[in-house]
Nanobody
């Protein structure tokens, strides 16, 4: 069993930055692909970014490419999402999730474990 806990959300002005953390506990997440997703009110959950188990491969949604960076520190069992140049449309609850595979997937249904989410609000 894997438990995930997000932190680092908050209120920030447009153009600002935040760093989200996803801490894993229980079974090690070092062999898991980790993804970040977000869900805004009234909208479906959407893919944001993912990193493979080694940290060597990453993929991003077009809407965040060049502004967000995903990274991981397997020794600390933590995955990060550095967000910069934030826009009001980035406002959402952000979730991290773990996929027990060697691949890199953007599909929510492929992920086995989810955190509770952290709120990010970007004011204009």
């Amino acid at each position: 069993q894997v438990q995930l806990a997000e932190s680092g959300g908050g209120l920030v002005q447009a153009g600002g930055s935040l760093r989200l953390s996803c801490a894993g506990s229980g079974r090690t997440i070092s062999s898991y692909c980790i993804g970040w997703f977000r869900q805004a009110p009234g909208k479906e959950r959407e893919f944001v970014a993912a990193v493979d188990w080694s940290g060597g491969r990453r993929t991003y949604a077009d809407s965040v490419k060049g502004r967000f960076t995903i990274s991981r520190d397997n020794a600390k069992k933590t995955v990060y999402l550095e967000m910069s140049s934030l826009k009001p449309e980035d406002t959402a609850v952000y979730y991290c999730a773990a996929d027990n595979s060697q691949g890199l997937t953007t599909t929510p249904a492929r992920y086995d474990y989810w955190g509770q989410g952290t709120q990010v609000t970007v004011s204009s």
